[in-house]
Every structure is written in structure tokens, then in C-alpha cells.
């Protein structure tokens, strides 16, 4: 059995929401964005790239941060909803516009 | 004996200027409205200094709240007990009580983001741990309130170990009264109970405590958690290095610390946030919607593109009619006191040519920095600056930069001195640094009269095609000033400011409106700062220059002066004798000039500027306009005796017709695109150096730029006026 591809931070589209999974903790700037709260379980809502693709935004309860994409690929995630689907766990969030 | 009735003084009239009781830090993420709270709570009775040895600035208010009189110290925005940047660190070294001068805070007012309760938890946890009496203002609770958030405050209370909590919403004032209040009693709030634990970091830092308590130096444990912590932080003695790192190794194993205090603290928060906090209802305004439109790749970059040439034409249409006002105001001032003074004298000149005019030169910077600053703090405010960094972020770097650098390098093109103290975003001290040495490139206002006159006088008003060559010449000059820009900060950032790409790490700021008074006080801080620090330099040139170009006097000059004068009287009458009259004056301070040490330094350093094409003339003029750019039209104007005054048509004329001794002429063509080649790359501003001075914290940068832009600007002429086939 083929364990499928880990995917990261960097791969999500804008509109995904995701959890954090597991993260590579060597890099100083990772470990700085943890300090902002990016841990495992902690549900993240992929915001957009930039022009030309870097850095990238994302909002994790309320608070919107952007990382560069290498620092992106450092965190392992799994995805809880896409842009079309229906908005997953609670966050609090502005930007989707779905009542609860 | 007298009765108590007759001694007691009325409390009214006990003198005012009693010593702070205590001393308490502000505290909070940074764009949480701690700035806000704290000028709501102190007014204009804060005063702002720097912390020894850093560029980070020191905000203390005192304020008296239900009598109690208090100090205020609005601390830099931080994330964590463990910093990572200068700004941060300071704010833990003051909460420790590790800054010299600085008061170690009794208590503590925690400013937290009602609407980022997931970020501010974090460090409030690690804030209840410090045993100090502690109060914490929830900010933006309007805005929470909007998104239909519901916290409920006793539980969070409960939650961090007893914290009173004052919603407040620091534009309008809602929610103040009560916080005033609950300053006044801080004092007396007992500090909060712990309601997290980590028992093995906490065993570990108690048993370092106890280790060197036994070796007599007395630590917190939470001091020593810190230690435990962070890699760089500052140890005691050389033995303690031995012990934190073996406890650390103990500890922590594998994993980073930061790392594993980050997984177990959000941990806590998660659970917390999920009793106390109920999610907003997702509904979505119209304004809302827009400025995530806005918020946009292609939408954000036509946005920023409006937004800077407002900029730039409001700093550039704005200010020049209040330079105008200005310049006039201190012309009009040095006529007044002339009148008064013996005329004639050197008082008289050093007043009014020395004095009067280097402070002028100093005020004259205020409108562009004004406006300029409004602008910037306007858009630092909103949170708009931050959202421009992230869109440029990407070309930005290819040129070794981060996004963080664009506004200040768009600003130099008004102005590089307000642009240079606006690289204060710029958290990446290389980055920094970098930006500052590229931002004088940026063709500034001050080169324009230069330029304006050079072109004017000696490129053919011709068109090649569709284009006139004067403007294209003027477009040229921009190009190479921005080449010469982006070319130092890659060839710094490849060499001596290697370091890595800058992180791009940004707690975006949500949109909203700016509170005028925040605008207002970081305005007064920006021209206070540059009137004491740059003021002084640029006065100090100013007045040498001023020296340089009087002294000595020469006796000899005023007697042909005054003997041409009697014959003109002798000869003329009318208007033909006014204009005799004035012509003498101005080959009179022509004269002067040319046996003054200015003169005379021209003439000294002539043979260094002779391959360029110049004479001792043009030479002088470069040395007196090192203070201030726009000078060197005057002193051109002196030096080729049309007068200070002199419109460019009599002064380009004279230029025209100026030749060397051996006859031919100076200004040849490729002299003045030498000339100009000069001008755009030469760092030709007394105010300029100043403020790298004091934005770099050392002499190093300014000599460095002044020195490495001098010789780029000479190779460029040497090269233009040897390829051109002089």
C-alpha cells in the first residue's frame, strides 16, 4: 500500500481550510510561525498568493499571516474543506460569509 | 503648639510635580491598539527617548488616575517572551528589568486584540506567570462585536488565573472610565494565580534559580524558564552557560524548545478559546467585501499604484507652496534683522547668511517630512502598509530587498530624508540598512534645480523622433539614479550585508480606520526627533559652509568695490547707475568668494576635478553644495558674479561663455553630462547623512555612503566625459 503524498501549506488553492498535521521544526522562521500559533490542530484558511506567487496569506482564528512559500512547505496539513464546500470546523472568520 | 486643623495643607495645593508612584508596562501584540490605549491614557504628557544602544524608540507617560500618580511605559509590540527582533527584545529586557535607566514595571496592562484572542492568549499566558499585579484592556471589542463574536469575560477571567478584563474600544473611548479606574487600583490586584503548568520546565528553572541563588544571584523563575528557552538569551556568568545547556539538553531532547513551548501553550489556548469564546455569525459587510477585493494580487498592485502617485504628487504639489511660504518667511526674516544690524559686518553675515539661513535650510525639510509622515502614518494605521509589502514582495526581492523596502524607496523620490526614517518597518536590520544606502540614489527634489538649469543651458531643446531630448536626458538621470539604487543594494546584500533572504513573516493587520490621534502623536514624535537630531548636523554645515565661503575677507576688494562705485556715481544716473550699481556688488561678492577659503579650496582641489572637465570655479560650487544641493545655483550664481538671485537665462549665459585660462570652454557637453552624471549619483546632503547617522546609530553608514557615493559619482563623470571624447 502507497502511503499518498504529504501534502503541505503551499499546496493548498485559496478558499481550502486545513489542519495542521505535523511540522518540520529545524528552521528559525518555522519556528516563529509556530509562535504565532501555527501548530498541529490548528485550522488554517488558505487566503491567496501574491503577485508572482510569494509569499502567501492564510488566517488561522482571526488573525491573518503570510509566509514565504519554502516556509510553507515545512508544514504537513490535512484538508477539512474546499472553497465550494461548505465551511468546516468554527473559526470565527469574516471572510466566507456563510451563516452559521 | 498648633492644632492639627491649623497644619493640615489641602491636598489642592500640594505641589504637582510629585514622583511617580509606580511604573507599569504596556504590553500587547504589536497592531493590537496598545499605541492607542496608551495615548488615550496619557495625552500629550508622554515623552519619547531612545533605549541605550538601539534605534528603538522609549515611550513613558505619566498620568494621575484617581490620584495615583502613574508611569506609563508603552512598550514594543511582542508576540512572546522570547524575542525575535531588536523591537521585541526590548520589551522582555524592560519587563525583566534588564534596561539601564529604565524602571523595572511594578505591574503590568496587557493590551490584547479582542478580535485576535488566539495570538494574544499566548502571550498573556506567559505574562500571569511573571507574579506581578496585572490588567488587561481588551481592544477592538466594536469590531468583534461586528463579526458577532460573543467572549464571555468572567470565564476568561477565571481561565488566566483571576486577570480583571476592561472591554474598550480605544478610538471612541467606550469602556475607558472603567479602565482609568482599575488603574488607579492596580496596584492593590494580587498577581494572577497560575493556570497552566509545564512541571518539568518549571522544576527545571526552579532548580536553576536555587542553584545560583547559592552562587548570590537571585533570578525569577520565570526568568530562568526564558534561559531555558531561548538560545541567545543573556546568561549570568560563564558557568551558567554550562548548566542552562545541560538542562536544556535534559529538557528538550531533540525538539527546538521554542518548538515545544508553542505546541504545549496553543494547546491551552485552543481549550480555553473554545470555553470562552463564541464564533462571529460569518456575516460580511459591503466595506468588508471590498478591502478583501482590494485585498487582491491585481486589484492591491492598481490600488498601490494610485496610492503612490497621490503620495508623490501631494508631497511634491503640497509641500512646495509651504517651502515657498518657508524659504519667503526666512528671506523676508533675514532682510528684517540686515536692516538692523551694522551692515557690512561679519555678525551682520553670519546672522543673516550663516545662521538665519542654516536654520532655514533645517525648517525648510518640515513640509515634505509632514506630509510625507501623514501619509505613512495614515497608511501604517489602516494596516495598509503591510498589505503593500506582501504585493511587492516577490520583485522586491530579486533585487535583494523585501517588501517592506518600497514605500520608503518610493517616498525618496520627494525626499530621501523622511524616507530614510520611514525604513524604521523594516524589522531585518540588513534589509534595513540596505534600503537606507539604496534610498539617496532615488532622484530627490533637491536635484531638479540642477538639473533644470544644466539641461536647460547645454541639451538642445530638439526632439529625436517622437521625444524631446531635454526630457529624455531628465528621464536618463531618474533611470540612473534607480540603477545606481538597485545596484548598491544587490552588491551590499551579496557582500557585506549577506544574510539571509529576509523572512517574510507578517502578522497581517485587518483594515481600519485610522484614529487621527495616534496619526496626530506619532506626527509631533517624527518632528521632534528630526529637528533635534538632523537639525543640529545640518545647522552645523550650514554655518561652516557659511564661514567658508566669507572668510578671509580681503580689504583690497572693498577698495575697488567702493572706488568703482564713485565713478559709476560720477558717470551714471538713473536706471543705467542701478544696474551699474548691482553689477558691482555681484563681481564685488564674486571676488570675495574666489579669495575666500571656499575659493581657495576650489582652487586647491581643481587638479583632482580637471580630468572631469571642471574648473576651480565648478569645483567650489560642488564643495558649497555638499550641505544642501539647491545651493550650488546660488554659489553658481555668486562665483560667475550674476548674483544669487540670478534667473538660469543670465546664469546659463554666463556659463556658456565661461572658458578656462587656456581658452576653451568649461561647459562643453560632455562636461555637463559629467556634471549631471555627478549629480544623480553624488550624495550631496548634509541632512541626508544626518539622519543615516541617527537611523544607523553610527558614523560608519554615513561615511560609507557619502564616500562610496562621491566615488561613483566621479568614476560616472570621468567616464561620460572621456567616452564622449573630450
Given at each position: 500500500m502507497?502511503?499518498?503524498?504529504l501534502?503541505?501549506?503551499a499546496d ?7 489542519r495542521?498535521?505535523?511540522i518540520?521544526?529545524a528552521?528559525?522562521a518555522?519556528?516563529?510561525?509556530m ?18 506567487g510569494?509569499p ?10 503570510s509566509?514565504?512559500?519554502?516556509q ?9 474543506a474546499?472553497r465550494?464546500?461548505q ?7 469574516v471572510?466566507n460569509?456563510?451563516?452559521? | ?30 497592531n ?11 495625552g500629550?504628557?508622554?515623552h519619547?527617548?531612545?533605549y ?15 490620584g ?7 512598550l514594543?509590540?511582542t ?7 531588536t523591537?521585541?527584545?526590548i520589551?522582555v529586557d524592560?519587563?525583566f ?13 496587557a ?8 495570538q494574544?492568549l499566548?502571550l498573556l499566558?506567559q ?18 462585536e ?10 476568561l477571567e477565571?481561565?488566566l ?6 472591554p ?5 473611548g467606550?469602556g ?9 487600583k492596580?496596584?492593590s490586584?494580587p ?7 509545564w512541571?518539568?520546565?518549571?522544576r527545571?528553572a526552579?532548580?536553576l534559580?536555587?542553584?545560583?541563588r ?7 523563575r ?9 538560545a541567545n538569551a543573556?546568561?549570568?556568568t ?14 528538550f531532547?531533540a525538539?527546538?524548545p ?11 489556548v485552543?481549550?480555553?478559546l ?10 460580511v ?7 478583501e477585493?482590494?485585498n487582491?494580487?491585481?486589484?492591491g ?7 503612490m502617485?497621490?503620495?508623490f ?7 512646495t507652496?509651504?517651502v ?17 544690524l ?18 532655514g ?7 515634505q ?12 494605521d ?7 509589502a506582501?504585493?511587492?514582495d ?18 525618496s523620490?520627494a525626499?530621501a ?7 524604521r518597518?523594516i524589522?531585518n536590520?540588513?534589509?534595513?540598512i540596505?534600503t ?18 544644466l ?8 526632439r ?12 536618463g ?8 539604487g ?33 496619526v496626530?502623536?506619532k506626527l ?8 533635534h ?10 554655518v ?7 572668510f ?14 564713485v ?6 544716473t538713473?536706471?543705467a ?6 553689477d ?6 564674486a571676488d ?6 571656499l ?7 581643481e587638479?583632482?576635478?580637471r580630468p ?24 553658481l550664481?555668486?562665483?560667475y558674479?550674476?548674483?544669487e538671485?540670478?534667473d538660469?537665462?543670465?546664469?546659463a549665459g554666463?556659463?556658456?561663455a565661461a ?17 549631471l552624471?555627478?549629480?544623480?549619483w553624488?550624495l550631496?546632503c ?8 541617527r537611523?544607523t ?8 555612503a ?7 559619482g566621479y568614476?560616472?563623470?570621468l567616464l ?5 571624447g573630450?
Amino acid at each position: 500500500m502507497s502511503r499518498s503524498p504529504l501534502l503541505t501549506l503551499a499546496d493548498l488553492k485559496p478558499g481550502d481550510r486545513a489542519r495542521i498535521d505535523s511540522i518540520e521544526t529545524a528552521d528559525p522562521a518555522v519556528q516563529r510561525l509556530m509562535v504565532l500559533g501555527l501548530v498541529e490542530g490548528a485550522e488554517v484558511l488558505f487566503l491567496r498568493r501574491s503577485l508572482g506567487g510569494d509569499p502567501l496569506e492564510i488566517r488561522i482564528y482571526g488573525a491573518a499571516i503570510s509566509l514565504r512559500d519554502e516556509q510553507a512547505r515545512r508544514f504537513g496539513v490535512v484538508k477539512t474543506a474546499s472553497r465550494d464546500a461548505q465551511p468546516g470546523a468554527r473559526q470565527g472568520v469574516v471572510a466566507n460569509g456563510q451563516p452559521r | 503648639m498648633a492644632s492639627p486643623a491649623e497644619t493640615a495643607v489641602p491636598l489642592e495645593r500640594i505641589a504637582v510635580n510629585r514622583k511617580a508612584v509606580a511604573t507599569i508596562a504596556v504590553v500587547g501584540n504589536p497592531n493590537a491598539g496598545k499605541s492607542s490605549v496608551f495615548n488615550r491614557l496619557t495625552g500629550l504628557r508622554q515623552h519619547t527617548a531612545n533605549y541605550p544602544g538601539v534605534t528603538v524608540e522609549r515611550r513613558i507617560g505619566r498620568s494621575t488616575f484617581g490620584g495615583v500618580s502613574l508611569d506609563l511605559i508603552d512598550l514594543p509590540g511582542t508576540y512572546s517572551l522570547s524575542p525575535a527582533s531588536t523591537d521585541e527584545k526590548i520589551a522582555v529586557d524592560v519587563l525583566f528589568g534588564r534596561v539601564a535607566g529604565t524602571q523595572k514595571p511594578d505591574a503590568i496592562l496587557a493590551v490584547i486584540d479582542s478580535t485576535r484572542l488566539y495570538q494574544g492568549l499566548y502571550l498573556l499566558q506567559q505574562l500571569t506567570a511573571l507574579g506581578r499585579p496585572m490588567i488587561v484592556a481588551l481592544t477592538m471589542i466594536d469590531a468583534a462585536e461586528r463579526e458577532g463574536r460573543k467572549i464571555d469575560l468572567e470565564a476568561l477571567e477565571d481561565a488566566l488565573g483571576g486577570v480583571p478584563i476592561y472591554p474598550v474600544v480605544a478610538t471612541s473611548g467606550r469602556g475607558f472610565p472603567a479602565l482609568n479606574a482599575a488603574l488607579a487600583k492596580i496596584l492593590s490586584v494580587p498577581p494572577p494565580r497560575e493556570t497552566a503548568h509545564w512541571p518539568e520546565l518549571e522544576r527545571a528553572a526552579e532548580s536553576l534559580v536555587a542553584r545560583w541563588r547559592v552562587r548570590g544571584t537571585e533570578l525569577h523563575r520565570v526568568e530562568a524558564e526564558r534561559l531555558l528557552i531561548d538560545a541567545n538569551a543573556p546568561t549570568l556568568t560563564p558557568e551558567t552557560v554550562a548548566d542552562v545547556a545541560s538542562a536544556r539538553a535534559e529538557l528538550f531532547g531533540a525538539e527546538p524548545p521554542l518548538a515545544a513551548e508553542a505546541r504545549r501553550r496553543y494547546a491551552w489556548v485552543r481549550g480555553t478559546l473554545a470555553r470562552v469564546e463564541s464564533p462571529g455569525s460569518g456575516v460580511v459587510t459591503q466595506a468588508a467585501r471590498l478591502i478583501e477585493w482590494l485585498n487582491r494580487p491585481w486589484p492591491g498592485t492598481a490600488a498601490l499604484i494610485v496610492l503612490m502617485f497621490l503620495v508623490f504628487q501631494a508631497v511634491f504639489a503640497w509641500a512646495t507652496p509651504l517651502v515657498d511660504l518657508i524659504d519667503a518667511g526666512f528671506g523676508g526674516l533675514g532682510s528684517i534683522v540686515a536692516s538692523v544690524l551694522p551692515a557690512g559686518t561679519w555678525i551682520e553675515s553670519l546672522v543673516v547668511k550663516g545662521i538665519i539661513a542654516g536654520v532655514g535650510s533645517v525648517i525648510v525639510f518640515l513640509p515634505q517630512i509632514l506630509i510625507l509622515f501623514l501619509f505613512i502614518n495614515l497608511l501604517e494605521d489602516t494596516g495598509y502598509l503591510a498589505r503593500a509589502a506582501f504585493l511587492v514582495d516577490r520583485a522586491m526581492r530579486s533585487v535583494g530587498l523585501s517588501g517592506q523596502s518600497v514605500i520608503p524607496l518610493l517616498s525618496s523620490f520627494a525626499c530621501a530624508v523622511p524616507s530614510i526614517m520611514a525604513t524604521r518597518v523594516i524589522p531585518n536590520r540588513r534589509d534595513r540598512i540596505a534600503t537606507i544606502l539604496a534610498a539617496p540614489f532615488m532622484t530627490c527634489s533637491a536635484r531638479l534645480p540642477v538639473y533644470a538649469l544644466l539641461i536647460g543651458a547645454f541639451v538642445p531643446a530638439q526632439r529625436v523622433g517622437i521625444v524631446n531630448l531635454q526630457g529624455l536626458v531628465l528621464f536618463g538621470l531618474y533611470a540612473i539614479g534607480i540603477i545606481g539604487g538597485v545596484a548598491t543594494a544587490l552588491l551590499l546584500r551579496s557582500s557585506v550585508l549577506r544574510g539571509e533572504n529576509p523572512t517574510f513573516i507578517l502578522a497581517l493587520p485587518e483594515f481600519r480606520l485610522p484614529n487621527v490621534r495616534t496619526v496626530a502623536m506619532k506626527l509631533l514624535d517624527r518632528v521632534r526627533v528630526f529637528l533635534h537630531r538632523a537639525g543640529t548636523i545640518i545647522f552645523a554645515v550650514a554655518v561652516v559652509v557659511w564661514a567658508l565661503t566669507y572668510f578671509p575677507r580681503s580689504p583690497e576688494v572693498e577698495q575697488a568695490r567702493a572706488a568703482a562705485e564713485v565713478e559709476a556715481r560720477a558717470a551714471l544716473t538713473g536706471p543705467a547707475l542701478e544696474r551699474r550699481l548691482a553689477d558691482l556688488g555681484n563681481e564685488a561678492a564674486a571676488d570675495h568668494i574666489a579669495q575666500s577659503w571656499l575659493g581657495r579650496a576650489g582652487h586647491w582641489v581643481e587638479p583632482a576635478f580637471r580630468p572631469l572637465g571642471w574648473d576651480w570655479k565648478v569645483s567650489a560650487a560642488v564643495i558649497a553644495g555638499f550641505p544642501a544641493r539647491e545651493v550650488v545655483v546660488a554659489v553658481l550664481g555668486t562665483i560667475y558674479a550674476v548674483g544669487e538671485e540670478a534667473d538660469e537665462e543670465t546664469l546659463a549665459g554666463r556659463l556658456t561663455a565661461a572658458r578656462h585660462p587656456d581658452g576653451s570652454p568649461v561647459f562643453t557637453l560632455p562636461m555637463v553630462l559629467g556634471l549631471l552624471l555627478f549629480y544623480a549619483w553624488c550624495l550631496q546632503c548634509a541632512a541626508t547623512l544626518a539622519v543615516i547617522r541617527r537611523e544607523t546609530n553610527s558614523w560608519r553608514w554615513p561615511v560609507f555612503a557619502w564616500s562610496y557615493m562621491t566615488a561613483l559619482g566621479y568614476g560616472g563623470a570621468l567616464l561620460i566625459y572621456r567616452l564622449s571624447g573630450a
